[in-house]
């Protein structure tokens, strides 16, 4: 028996709003490739998002994210709450293919039934996160997770995307990448709500928690939560339970009456980056319908003209939306 | 939202107690360079985690590297959890050790095909290109 697309499609948002796996997996999948009915699916889904507390979590590569994650992970399990975890990693600029490599260091949660992990690479969008990872956090919320854990790629210091798509931003560092002029350096030091020095079974770790407290204490701006800086140590499980505390902290601080502004301007960037990506499609296809298209950038290439004259010439020619 | 971006999703597992992989970075490394997105989970996997990640990254295919002799075993439980949950149209191939003798027997539950050291990585990459339905 073959079902309708719309019926299809209705089936496999109710098996979001089950919790099962394989509708979760098939929607993410829909809207990575960005399939027509990526849309819809938001939109039958977006109405029972927004219970889950998402954590966001990023820094370098090597700091023991991945690792950090699976720890986290488990320690939430143990508490009972399910898990949705999407972990991002670099696309090839090159050939457009990916080593996604994170659940190496999540082996122990791929069979709990409480726990779902998603691989994500990055598809070219810069920012350190996917173009479909909010949408794949607002399926798993939709799916009844409790919490999710967003993990970026190993970030630089100017990728700090995740904070539009986590209520609890934590950066995550190691002993040993920077003195205290890199912690005063804007960009990622800027976003965490927690900052956790990983590794402090190593040596230079408390050296590196004061640095970055000493950091964060330049800061001029009076802050109703102050960031607090952890140090853990995923391999001994060393200060995991006072990591989890000190989230639950800054969840309890948000709910105090944060969390309204939070999603507020939350939900307004999700609308600026909705229409940003229309208007922008749909002006990018118009315009390569004509001639001027070809022949704008033919004239580019000959230095006939510069690419902002030939945009200005080109969008004066299109005529005013209604 | 018009812009399609499709890209083979390909799980790369090693089941068994295997003590490395050599072979199976190898391979991952070259779907990488294909322009596929590889998902790769390390060594000494279960049948169980195995099906169960091909399910949460819903995988077009999904390569089992084994050089212990364990196939026998290991393989028709991969499948039969596979089709438990669903995954009845992910292209499963093999490498690794494996004795000619034993591939019809793979064949038959299932295995798309057998590809042993040596192979041109090349090779895999046209096989897997034009087996994962679009």
Redesign the interface.
């Known amino acids: 028996m073959f079902l309708s697309r719309a019926a299809e499609l209705q089936k496999l948002v109710q098996g979001v709003f089950r919790g099962d796996k394989r509708a979760i997996a098939r929607t993410i999948t829909i809207i990575e490739n960005n399939e027509p009915e990526a849309q819809k699916i938001i939109s039958s889904i977006y109405p029972r998002t927004g219970k889950a507390h998402i954590i966001g979590i990023t820094g370098p590569p090597g700091a023991g994210k991945s690792t950090l994650v699976e720890k986290l992970a488990k320690e939430l399990r143990n508490r009972k709450k399910t898990v949705g975890i999407v972990a991002v990693d670099p696309t090839s600029p090159f050939t457009g293919g990916a080593f996604l490599g994170d659940r190496v260091r999540m082996q122990d949660l791929s069979v709990d039934e409480g726990v779902y992990i998603r691989s994500m690479a990055t598809r070219s969008h810069p920012g350190g996160l996917a173009r479909a990872t909010k949408d794949a956090a607002h399926i798993l919320d939709a799916s009844g997770k409790d919490t999710i854990i967003v993990e970026t790629v190993g970030a630089g210091q100017s990728e700090v995307e995740v904070i539009k798509v986590a209520h609890t931003t934590v950066v995550i560092l190691a002993p040993g990448l920077g003195d205290d002029i890199q912690a005063i350096k804007a960009g990622q030091m800027e976003i965490g709500d927690i900052f956790v020095v990983n590794k402090g079974d190593r040596e230079n770790a408390d050296k590196a928690v004061s640095d970055i407290r000493a950091a964060l204490e330049l800061d001029t701006e009076d802050k109703e939560w102050k960031p607090m800086v952890l140090k853990t140590s995923a391999l001994t499980g060393e200060g995991i339970g006072e990591f989890i505390e000190t989230i639950e902290k800054h969840r309890a601080y948000l709910r105090k009456g944060a969390l309204d502004a939070h999603r507020r301007a939350n939900a307004e960037i999700e609308l600026i980056e909705a229409v940003k990506q229309k208007v922008t499609e749909s002006i990018i296809q118009d315009l390569r319908q004509k001639g001027e298209w070809i022949k704008a950038t033919e004239r580019i290439l000959a230095r006939e003209t510069d690419p902002y004259s030939a945009a200005d010439a080109l969008l004066k020619q299109k005529p005013k939306q209604s | ?7 083979i ?1 390909v799980l790369v597992a090693k089941p068994g107690l295997d003590s490395h992989d050599r072979g199976a970075k190898i391979v ?2 070259a ?12 060594l000494r ?2 049948p ?2 195995i099906a ?2 091909a ?4 995988v077009d295919v999904v390569g089992l590297s084994i050089l212990s002799g364990a196939h026998p075993t290991l393989f028709p439980k991969i499948m039969q959890l596979l089709k438990k ?3 009845t149209d992910v292209v499963v191939f093999a490498g690794g050790i494996i004795p000619q003798e034993d591939v019809p027997a793979l064949k038959k539950i299932g295995i798309k095909e057998v590809f042993g050291p040596g192979t041109p990585t090349p090779v895999l990459v046209e096989y897997l290109k034009k087996s994962v339905r679009k």
Do not use: F, N
């Open positions: 939202m018009s812009t399609k971006e499709r890209k999703r991952a490394r779907l990488r360079d294909a322009g596929m997105e590889v998902i790769y989970t390390g996997q279960t169980e985690q169960e990640t399910l949460q990254e819903d949950k669903g995954m």
